[in-house]
């Protein structure tokens, strides 16, 4: 699975993207997000307003509730707005 960390997910994480393999139980956004979380301080800051974050599933936006799989990317970033 590949992540993609934008803006000040970024900067809290200190990563941009990276290939992980989260375990087998992590089979929603929400459960990633939630394993993420519990990598380290900077990871648990980024995660812990999650109102303040979008995500998306292979360019899709996407809810806590929607699947993950192997080999997809997920975008982390805050949301966007438009003028």
């Known amino acids: 699975m ?3 960390y934008f803006a000040w997910l970024r900067q809290k994480t200190g990563i941009g993207e990276e290939e992980i393999a989260p375990p ?3 089979a929603t956004v929400g459960a990633l997000l939630d394993w993420l979380e519990r ?3 900077g990871f648990a800051d980024a995660l812990a307003d999650r109102a303040a974050i979008r995500v998306a599933v292979n360019q899709d936006y996407a809810r806590e509730s929607d699947p993950v799989k ?3 990317e997920v975008a ?5 707005t438009g003028g």
């Open 2 to 4: 590949r992540l993609l």
């Open 24 to 26: 087998p139980e992590v």
């Open 70 to 72: 192997p080999g997809d």
């Open 39 to 41: 990598r380290g301080p």
């Open 76 to 80: 982390l970033f805050p949301p966007v």
